[in-house]
T-cell receptor
């Protein structure tokens, strides 16, 4: 089945630790995105990548880092510099490169809790 | 900053009734999309309307777009309990790429 897989589903982190959230897609999409969702809120863009080995900051990139070494993978690291990391994290992908009107496909999310 | 604001924040209706939710945005767009999210899950794409379109239908869904007012509406006809979810509008800007900016969402509850 084609789709986006996020892991783990639930993640607990101690204060001061870095954690990495995994996102893998087999849709052959060029673009990938990371969003953060807080309770009762919409999605806010953390980072996005339109092509391998390239990524840009979104609206709330501080305290986060990403890499895009492979087309299929776009891991997100939540660093200790992120002051309020407890949230629901969603990864998405979409076609890119000249395909303007296209939908995004989402993973099932990772719920990160700082303990 | 959030591009879209949705109204109402929450909506409760009876099965069989129609549900209408509205979205306003601030800047020029290429398209506007509606997504659905069941509690604690990822988002699922429902429908996309381009900036040069005024209305679009898909099954029980009807979307309108008024670019002069920078607003859109999503109508779900003959609602079912299974339609209970949060609904988000998202806009794709004119600055290139398909980066989406999401609204705050409408929580729809359809009661039997």
């Amino acid at each position: 089945d084609g789709g986006i897989t996020q892991s783990p589903k639930y993640l607990f982190r101690k204060e001061g630790q870095n954690v990495t959230l995994s996102c893998e897609q087999n849709l052959n999409h060029d673009a990938m995105y990371w969003y953060r969702q807080d309770p009762g809120q919409g999605l806010r863009l953390i980072y996005y990548s339109q092509i391998v080995n390239d990524f840009q900051k979104g609206d709330i990139a501080e305290g986060y880092s990403v890499s895009r070494e492979k087309k299929e993978s776009f891991p997100l690291t939540v660093t200790s510099a992120q002051k309020n990391p407890t949230a629901f994290y969603l990864c998405a992908s979409s076609k890119e490169s000249g395909v303007r009107d296209t939908e995004a496909f989402f993973g099932q999310g990772t719920r990160l809790t700082v303990v | 900053s959030q591009q879209g604001e949705e109204d109402p924040q929450a909506l409760s209706i009876q099965e069989g009734e129609n549900a209408t939710m509205n979205c306003s945005y601030k800047t020029s767009i290429n398209n506007l999309q509606w997504y659905r999210q069941n509690s604690g899950r990822g988002l699922v794409h429902l429908i996309l309307i381009r900036s040069n379109e005024r209305e679009k239908h898909s099954g029980r869904l009807r979307v309108t777009l008024d670019t002069s007012k920078k607003s859109s509406s999503l109508l779900i006809t003959a609602s079912r309990a299974a339609d209970t979810a949060s609904y988000f509008c998202a806009t794709s800007g004119t600055g290139g790429g398909n980066k989406l900016t999401f609204g705050t969402g409408t929580q729809l509850k359809v009661e039997l």
